[in-house]
């Protein structure tokens, strides 16, 4: 078994076998992201998504997932706030987590994540993501996994292990990126990603379409994660987010028979963090 197909051995899958996770990311932050993600959930292959807990749409996502108890969901730990007039804060009391707000009293925004996490009190970190889990535990619901806006929880040793032990305190699964933290835990008997995260934002817009066709064709062995923004083209969502297209070309392709026809025929087994938690759980 190849370092690149190490997932598939802990997951139960055959050495060759081509696994992908399609995780939507930002649900909960606001009605035309909340749309969108139920669609692809509902028509298309995306087989999970994550849940922003501060956003002010995220009332309206609980509600979607307490309808909709087959589809798999993690919660997308949130301290940042990259949006420069559509902004959110802390689940927790501000005064109780003065390291994680900025001079207006918002999370940092996404161009000084990496002063953020310079100076962040990761007591007061944990505090506030423990807030965040806590909320979605109390709405009823159960959870598969965690990962976070902007992947702070990847841009730090401590703070990833803070949230590996979160993880499993809640039994949950853990989005992994970086190739040292991947090979940490896979060492440890834990599956995940075995190749980069895809962040959808990172892709041109151009062409998306025939981008994304490519990618899966393209796919390697092993177990891939992509992280796609769907986005519906409302006047909502171009204030929330002015000048950009990846929501809604994220949309058009996952919302469409086309990704579903490809992923198919390219024998592609789409899984979601359902089937990691099992595995992660057996480990604890």
Known sequence: MTEKARANELLGYSSD???LILNADDFGMCHAVNEAVLRTLKEGPVSSCT??????WSQHALKLLRATPEFAFGVHLTVVSEQPDYRWGPMTCRDEVPSLVDEAGYFYDGSRVDEFLDQVDLAELEREFRAQIERVLAAGLKPTHLDSHCGTHTRREAVFDMTVGLAHEYGL????DGQSFIKKLQ???YPTNDHKLLDSFELDTTNKQAI???MLRNLPVGLSEWAVHPGLDTAEMGTVEPGSRVRQTDFAFFGSVQAKEIIEGEGIIVLSYRDLQAVWNSKR
Request: glycine share 6%.
């Open 212 to 214: 994304y066709a490519q």
């Open 187 to 189: 060492n440890r008997g």
């Open 17 to 19: 076998a081509r696994l």
């Open 51 to 56: 849940l922003m807990v501060p956003c002010p």
């Open 173 to 176: 699964a853990l989005r992994v």
